[in-house]
């Protein structure tokens, strides 16, 4: 990496990290562009010479706060197991920490940022890495994947060939579990149902699990219950 490619590496990092301790003394709402510049020791108008708008700068810095999920990844999944009985695994640690902090999850994966999310999630991660070490190598490409649905359908393929599912279900599965994750994470943000955390958790996995059922093939049904 040359001198001004490093500087320029630099410079972003120090407002996505003044923008993150924003984040952590005052919550996800009261991030600016001015206060991240005044507590970065910068203008404004720097600022907008690293970030398109508000919006990318919030997506950047809440993802910060999303690698205790990274890291936790390697206890919920067993690589001896089936794809499909891993996938569970990862969806019951994405609910663990999407519910512990939901407007990070809410910004990261269903906020608006104006467009779609294309590179923004490899960009963060050729920032920083250090963070995808934990992660076993088959995921950390899919883990910079910006579709959500995607990234389960990448996940997924292995179980086609696995012979747990149909490769013409891998998209509509993948699509219907992810709405009802931004369903139910937007009802318990806005206070629509009286779940506690755990109840919101157990709700997901519960309905995730009954329409992976749906899609199994009938011999291998047994090996998931």
Known sequence: ???????????????IDAAADIIEENGLEA?????????????S??????????????????????????????????????????????????LKHSFEAPHIYYMVFVGDLGGTAKDLFKKYYAMYPEELVAVPDELKGILQEESFSKRSANFLSRSVTEGYLKEDDVEALTEI???????????YLNHRRSWTKDEAISYVYSEVKNVVMRYVTAEKRAALD
């Open 31 to 43: 991030l600016t562009i001015r206060k991240v510049a005044d507590l970065a020791g910068y203008t």
């Open 45 to 94: 108008s720097t600022a907008y010479n690293y970030f398109d708008d508000l919006s990318h700068m919030k997506f950047f810095a809440a993802l910060k706060f999303t690698k205790p999920y990274i890291d936790d990844i390697p206890n919920y999944i067993d690589q001896k197991e089936p794809t499909l009985k891993q996938w569970l695994g990862l969806w019951e640690c994405f």
């Open 177 to 187: 579990t992810h709405m009802i994750w931004v369903g139910a994470l937007v009802h």
């Open 1 to 15: 990496m040359d001198k001004k490619a490093l500087q320029r590496k630099r410079m972003w990092q120090y407002f």
